[in-house]
């Protein structure tokens, strides 16, 4: 580390303790709390552990754009904050809700001054950069190019989807994790062992049981275990002059405390993607846990109910007919019942499907008539099959030569073809050896045969005959 970077370091480190003497303690226990050096950071190991871009970054001092995607309190800000701190900068902070261009260019304007009197660059972080339009994000892309900004972005939903290409391509992307349940408790501790910013002296009693409560129950967020702690400890039971955060106290804390669930956002669409996948692969057990993860966290059960119908169709099939009645079934009893009755019968179905026969077989088979209909001509449809209601339409000789199925031995007109001339024998839909699509395998199987040794071919010098794929 430079003697600049390292004198900037210790500059920013004693305003940081003269600041700690007089805490605000108004400010929220999760606000006071926030790490002030990389060695205080909990989690993320993954991208700052020796040798990993993001920690090299900070702790040489050494700065770059980039989007920090994850769920809230996982320490993007932080991050960012950290990111100044060791690289001498000002930090700049905007919020995409709260800010538009006025506020961009006021903040581009702090950052040419600095730049031009003292040399010192900026970080501007952007919170839930996402919000921001394309007009919006493209106003940064000139003042990155020429070093006026280190330009941080901070977005809970996918950058690939939400931020404009020319924008990804002059920042670096790092996916930040939710915390885990051995991170939080360290939150935790790190909170009640400061004096200072913390809850440290206060003779405060938790026990691990409790504090693992508190953990499961931020659900991955540093800053909700930090505000579920400080809740806690307000409400603590005073005794022979320590606070204890008893099991009645955390309960009352944790009555109508909601899981993590964007609708709309990423984790939405993962956990209706889990949920989707455990039913496609045969796993009851975890399909019903996605599906109660969703319900827990607010998901419209009938949302749940019209993907089941499109599961029953897309990944069962014909192997098991029944489970698009029950999906449907299911569909209808939540719009009768409502919550929380209805949502039995979704389980029902879910757990149905998930062990039902498999097959991609109708699925497949569309896809590829469709693909046949878009890039293939508009064919004719065959004189046999045109219908002939008028004198007129007789005379042109629609219908002449169909041969009516029911008329045929075994109801079945075997050769008959009823396909235009140039698809003849074309096959879109393979039945699988699932459920009841084996006895619908071998049924065409044996109606193919019969076609073969019948003498009335439609066409009989066209034979195609196309295989499986």
Known sequence: MSSGITESLFAHEQEDAAAAVGVDNLQPLAARMRPRVLTDFIGQEHLLGPGKPLGEAIRRGLPHSMILWGPPGVGKTTLARLLALASGGQFESLSAVLSGV?????????AQSRKRISGHGTVLFVDEVHRFNKSQQDAF????????LIFVGATTENPSFELNN???SRARVYLLKSLQEPDLLRVIDQALGDDVRGLGGRGIVLETAQAQRLAVAADGDARRVLNLLE???????AENGMLHVDEAVVEQVLQGSARRFDKGGDLFYEQISALHKAVRGSSPDAALYWLVRMLDGGCDPLYIARRLVRMASEDIGNADPRALQLALQAWDAQTRLGSPEGELVIAQAVIYLACAAKSNAVYMAYNQARAEVQNGPSLEVPEHLRNAPTALMKSLDH?????????EPGGYA???NYFPPALRDSRFYFPTENGLELRIREKLEALRERDRLSPQHRYPEQSLNRKAP
Do not use: W
């Open 166 to 168: 020319a924008l990804l």
């Open 414 to 416: 075997a050769g008959e």
């Open 141 to 148: 892309l000139p003042h990155v190019e020429d070093g006026t």
């Open 231 to 237: 809740i806690a400890v307000d409400m603590a039971r």
């Open 102 to 110: 006025k506020e961009i260019r006021a903040a581009v304007e702090r």
């Open 399 to 407: 219908g002449v030569g169909y041969r009516y199925a029911h008329d």
